[in-house]
């Protein structure tokens, strides 16, 4: 998406931010080779008495306090002027929304195996959640574009998105508890990998340096002896 903008709304993504995104890119690719196995959750029940776990319900409250103050307190007076509010509104929201689209596949599941699961509450409580969270991240998205440039909100809403949804699988599904010391470093030095890119992308977007100008000055330096 930074690139295409670039292209096709005619955003302009110095040196730096290009050097930002293929960070992001390279960290991702080594978060997802070390990412720990999905523990198997077959049944609502079993959804539920996840979601019922102390240590996510105290994850999830404390969510949705920050999320409010962002959207009553701190949006309506830094939201046109900083691009991260917006953009943390969207990333909060989406650890609901990827929640709730994991308990409803499960629930599509038994349904297709002729078990009752539209009888469980919990379905009906999860499609309430889905259509509020999404409601609540296609808004703040749009006016985070609407202000900031394209290439810019996409990478970084990439990046918090992602850390908000892999510290809630993890709190909800307990991941880590079975990684080995190797796939641990290796997770956080992909995450670390990206937020170095993103802050490439970010701290020099107003810095005017393109590839030619960077690879002239590089030839009009003098040569060694």
Not at 50 to 65: C, E, G, N, R, S
Not at 91 to 98: D, M, N, Q, R, T
Not at 124 to 146: E, R
Not at 158 to 179: A, G, N, P, Q
């Amino acid at each position: 998406s930074a690139i295409l903008s670039s292209y096709f709304l005619n955003e302009k993504l110095n040196i730096h931010g290009k050097l930002g995104c293929v960070l992001s890119i390279l960290g991702s690719t080594v978060m997802v080779i070390h990412a720990p196995e999905e523990e198997e959750v077959t049944s609502l029940d079993e959804m539920e008495r996840k979601l019922q776990d102390p240590a996510f319900v105290t994850f999830a409250v404390l969510l949705t306090i920050v999320a409010l103050v962002l959207i009553i307190v701190v949006a309506p007076k830094r939201g046109q002027t900083n691009i991260l509010i917006y953009i943390l509104i969207c990333s909060l929201i989406g650890a609901f929304s990827v929640s709730s689209v994991k308990g409803l596949g499960i629930a599509i599941k038994q349904m297709l195996q002729r078990k009752p699961a539209y009888r469980h509450p919990l379905v009906y409580i999860l499609v309430g959640v889905l259509v509020l969270s999404v409601s609540a991240q296609i808004n703040y998205l749009n006016k985070a574009l609407d202000v900031f440039n394209t290439s810019l909100v996409t990478p970084i809403y990439y990046v918090c998105f992602t850390t908000t949804v892999v510290t809630c699988s993890i709190i909800l599904f307990k991941e880590w508890s079975s990684m080995e010391l190797g796939d641990i470093i290796g997770t956080l030095s992909g995450f670390c990998s990206i937020i170095i890119g993103i802050f490439l992308l970010h701290a020099f977007k107003n810095t005017n340096i393109t590839w030619s100008q960077l690879m002239s000055t590089v030839a009009k330096e003098p040569s060694l002896p």
